[in-house]
T-cell receptor, first 111, second 115 residues
Framework: QKEVEQNSGPLSVPEGAIASLNCTYS??????FFWYRQYSGKSPELIMF????GDKEDGRFTAQLNKASQYVSLLIRDSQPSDSATYLC???????????FGGGTRVLVKP | EAGVVQSPRYKIIEKKQPVAFWCNPI?????LYWYRQNLGQGPELLIR????????DSQLPKDRFSAERLKGVDSTLKIQPAELGDSAVYLC?????????????FGAGSRLTVL
């Protein structure tokens, strides 16, 4: 079992719709959870992080964390073609600074 | 503020040749990471430094890969000899290394092609 798992996609959504991405993790001791966006040929850039159960909103992005079920999700509201990218989920334990990534979900927003 | 700087951006070499990548982290960032990213996959950690100490190198193929971080600032990652399977993007990242949400900032990456 991989430490961090994501559906590879592609997740195809029409412009203006909500894109929903999921991520599960195996280490119950995980403390911090990150979503990075990666455009083709570019390096990952941070969208947002979350470390408390519940929802965290930042503009059109909402991260949701459920530690009991060991999953974290990302919602992209009012999806735009510029949101087309690969979204990487990453997890960090309570002790130490090791950041483990999932394989990424490719999102395609169609005009 | 300058971000994480990596060089070279691209490198094409023949198999069995050596190659080295350089990374300059964000000023004041104590933690430095080297990741390898294969096409269509997420980044995989090769080595992590806390200041000048390598604290996690369990995924570094030590028979051919080596890394150093002199004076706890710049870092180099070396491959000798390179193999075809080493073709990937090598990403350097740095962070403050504090507890809580320890955010990593990535450099542009070094794309290696081994022929």
């Amino acid at each position: 079992q991989k430490e961090v798992e994501q559906n590879s996609g592609p997740l195809s959504v029409p412009e203006g719709a909500i894109a929903s991405l999921n991520c599960t993790y195996s280490d119950r001791g995980s403390q911090s959870f990150f979503w990075y966006r990666q455009y083709s040929g570019k390096s990952p850039e941070l969208i947002m992080f979350i470390y408390s159960n519940g929802d965290k909103e930042d503009g059109r992005f909402t991260a949701q964390l459920n530690k009991a079920s060991q999953y974290v999700s990302l919602l992209i509201r009012d999806s735009q073609p510029s949101d087309s990218a690969t979204y990487l989920c990453a997890v960090m334990p309570a002790a130490g600074n090791k950041l483990t990534f999932g394989g990424g979900t490719r999102v395609l927003v169609k005009p | 503020e300058a971000g994480v700087v990596q060089s070279p951006r691209y490198k094409i070499i023949e198999k069995k040749q050596p190659v080295a990548f350089w990374c300059n982290p964000i000023s004041g960032h104590n933690t430095l990471y080297w990741y390898r990213q294969n096409l269509g996959q997420g980044p995989e950690l090769l080595i992590r430094y806390e200041n000048e100490e390598a604290v996690d190198d369990s995924q570094l193929p030590k028979d051919r890969f080596s890394a150093e971080r002199l004076k706890g600032v710049d870092s180099t990652l070396k491959i000798q000899p390179a193999e075809l399977g080493d073709s990937a993007v090598y990403l350097c990242a740095s962070s403050l290394g504090t507890t809580g949400a320890n955010v990593l900032t990535f450099g542009a990456g070094s794309r290696l092609t081994v022929l």
